[in-house]
């Protein structure tokens, strides 16, 4: 490797990195006007856990330890990075995509499972299941999901995962040091950061199907409006699971100069913009709750041509 691809920088990112913690202080500081406050802290907290994404994926260095230091202030709250960062790694593992057990972020059930839950939290997975369930509800299912598996891991004594919650805590510091100096109300702030996860859910909301076909289970969303930007073009997601190690910026260039080969490869699963999902699925669900596949290899033997188990 030469000396100058060791010292590459993405500028792009350093810069959205950079300006991002700048606003974010800013807007605190100002205290402009509550409108203000509530509008774009969502935004910039959402835009904060895009970029958590791109420096678990290499960004914008080639050094881990100088990207890790950069997200390392969690203006989101809730999530440790190290644990988003090794369970999205383990997301990417694309043979397992929307199992159940095996992808950390699937939002399928077992059918054998499903049936043994209380008819209330039945009721929640399926109003889960349509957008605005998913911004509603989604936030805090993932929350209570996410403890309550690192509790137990922690209690079973996985010291990574304890590591990343002590890191977690200890950049918590300074952020709540300063809310207080600046007078912003805790409950409030927690509020924005469930809204921020709330936009993510957008993205998340149908990224990945069950299907038989490894490639067709991730979709495209041909959008370049204000949610691209937040997601960090990371709706061309066949593109970005085809090739995890391309920045942010890369993404849509790669895409439209091999348009039909990814849509042929995902099968056509493919949305023209975030408006035409609100359009179809903000009341319904896309899918049912139990993962389909799961549900006909357990009614009847299917080939699965040696591609993938689901």
Same mark, same amino acid.
């Given at each position: ?93 694309? =043979?397992? @995509? ?87 109300? @805790?409950?409030?702030? @927690? ?90 699925? @903000? ?17 009847? =033997? ?9």
């Amino acid at each position: 490797m030469s000396s100058k691809s060791k010292l590459r920088i993405e500028w792009p990112t350093l810069a959205l990195i950079i300006s991002c913690y700048l606003i974010w202080l800013l807007v605190l500081y100002s205290q402009v006007s509550v409108v203000l406050l509530w509008m774009a802290l969502p935004l910039l907290l959402a835009l904060h856990s895009s970029l958590q994404h791109e420096v678990l994926h290499g960004h914008p260095t080639r050094c881990s330890a100088f990207n890790e230091a950069l997200v390392f202030i969690p203006l989101g709250v809730f999530f440790p990075y190290q644990r988003f960062r090794d369970l999205h790694l383990i997301h990417h593992r694309d =043979e397992q @995509l929307t199992d159940p057990y095996a992808d950390p972020e699937s939002h399928y059930q077992d059918p054998q499972g499903w049936q043994q839950l209380p008819t209330a939290m039945r009721d929640i997975y399926s109003f889960n299941n349509s957008l605005v369930g998913r911004m509603l509800v989604g936030p805090a299912l993932s929350i209570w999901r996410g403890y309550k598996a690192d509790t137990r891991a922690m209690l079973d004594g996985d010291w990574a995962i304890v590591r990343a919650y002590v890191l977690h805590f200890v950049g918590l510091v300074p952020m709540f040091w300063l809310l207080s100096v600046w007078q912003i109300n @805790l409950l409030a702030y @927690l509020l924005v950061a469930y809204l921020a996860l709330s936009i993510l859910k957008i993205r998340t909301f149908l990224e990945h199907r069950a299907h038989f076909s490894v490639a067709a289970r991730t979709v495209v969303v041909e959008d370049r409006g204000l949610l691209a930007l937040l997601f960090l073009n990371n709706n061309f997601h066949a593109v970005h699971h085809r090739h995890p190690g391309v920045a942010w910026y890369r993404l849509p260039g790669l895409y439209y100069a091999n348009r039909v080969d990814f849509l042929k490869a995902n099968q056509g699963y493919r949305y023209a913009s975030y408006w035409e999902i609100f359009s179809e699925f @903000l009341w319904q669900a896309k899918e049912p709750v139990q993962h389909p596949q799961m549900t006909q290899l357990a009614n009847e =033997e299917v080939p699965l041509g040696g591609e993938a188990r689901l």
